[in-house]
């Protein structure tokens, strides 16, 4: 009982001291929502209103209604026209549009006769994701205006219609929204428990706690503890924040999201619990932070899909706990996945949070020993 007691007097310590400091209490409360809502908001792969230069050399009322029906899609804006294709180049050239669409002279006769017309469609290639959709999109709009428009009616031996599943409108946000929740408790944990006791190694406190009757492991799980609450707080707030404001859905089960946020917890308070003992100041504590920060995110998945990484890279990615999570938490968040679907990703993420945090563990206790 003395070591649990002993073990809550610093976890009462630990939440004194955060909330005496105003930069934390920003870092733990705000931080996070303010991340949520440049994620909600600002960041998005949908395709929207992109600039279209047009140049029709038929200047026909078919023409006129193809570009009318790019319009009307949502996914296009016209920002010029003109019937010069050298201000098409310099329009492309300058960054004024992105796609342009060059109707040739008797595109009306040669689609109602059933002759066959072809428009040319240019795409500017400096971001090739959006190059990629809207190609998609103005191929899809073309071909369904050059079926409603000929007189000649061809025969269909298929009728395909499509379906996206768990994302019917298929929304960027409600794919970026939920992976926010790893992405938080990753910088947040891992900032918080490294500066922690960097700073009072710094300070000269830490000194005096080896001195005391605690024991390395009591001194470690009462700085951890805090940490992990604190982490488990701001996956309450971001979830709740993004089924209710952002209205993302959720179909799967809150136990299973807590427990592998728990599993999740141990790699994330294991690294910077790691920092702590290579890091001298705080500055090199948040510096280390973030050089660990970094890569885990972009090998995660969180923005770009793991399958489009080279091979070896993909490999890597199988040893970090930020890529498991952020499965786990989208196939809950969207496909209302059951435990016995993310068996793999589970067993992946507590093998991984153990061995980081007996590492970290090992080298803490051998540091202030």
């Not at 023409?63 to 949502?74: I, K, M, P």
């Not at 809207?134 to 071909?143: D, H, L, P, S, V």
Request: proline share 4%.
């Amino acid at each position: 009982m003395k070591s649990v007691d002993r073990i809550l007097e610093m976890v009462r310590k630990e939440f004194r001291q955060i909330f005496r400091d105003s930069k934390l209490r920003r870092l733990i409360f705000i931080s996070p929502i303010i991340q949520l809502i440049v994620f909600g908001y600002a960041v998005s792969t949908d395709v929207r209103h992109v600039a279209t230069f047009v140049v029709d050399h038929d200047n026909s009322a078919i023409s006129r209604e193809l570009v009318d029906t790019f319009t009307a899609s949502g996914y296009f804006a016209i920002v010029d026209r003109s019937e010069r294709p050298a201000d098409l180049v310099s329009a492309l050239d300058h960054g004024d549009a992105i796609v342009g669409v060059v109707i040739p002279a008797g595109f009306g006769d040669d689609l109602v006769s059933g002759s066959g017309a072809r428009v040319q469609l240019v795409f500017d290639g400096t971001n090739s994701n959006i190059a990629i959709v809207a190609k998609g999109y103005a191929e899809r709009i073309t071909t369904a205006f050059g079926l409603a428009s000929a007189s000649v009616e061809i025969p269909s031996m298929i009728a395909l219609r499509d379906r996206a599943w768990f994302n019917p409108e298929l929304e960027s946000r409600n794919y970026n929204v939920p992976a926010v929740v790893g992405a938080i408790i990753m910088l947040v944990c891992l900032l918080l428990t490294a500066l922690a006791i960097v700073r009072e190694r710094e300070i000269g406190t830490l000194e005096q706690l080896m001195v005391s009757p605690l024991q390395p492991f009591e001194l470690m799980l009462g700085k951890t503890i805090p940490f992990a609450i604190i982490g488990l707080f701001d996956l309450a707030v971001i979830t709740a924040i993004a089924i209710l404001w952002f209205d993302i859905p959720f179909r799967g089960s809150f136990v299973l999201l807590f427990g592998a946020s728990v599993l999740y917890l141990l790699s994330t308070l294991g690294l910077g619990l790691f920092i702590s003992t290579i890091a001298s100041t705080q500055q090199e504590a948040f510096l280390s932070s973030f050089l660990v920060f970094m890569p885990t995110m972009l090998l995660s998945g969180f923005m770009f899909p793991v399958r489009s990484m080279p091979e070896l890279f993909q490999w890597i990615t199988l040893a970090n706990p930020m890529r498991h999570y952020l499965e786990i938490v989208r196939a809950i968040f969207l496909k209302g996945a059951g435990a016995e679907h993310l068996a793999m990703q589970f067993v992946a993420l507590a093998t991984i949070g153990i061995v980081i945090l007996t590492l970290a563990t090992m080298r803490f206790q051998k540091r202030i020993s």
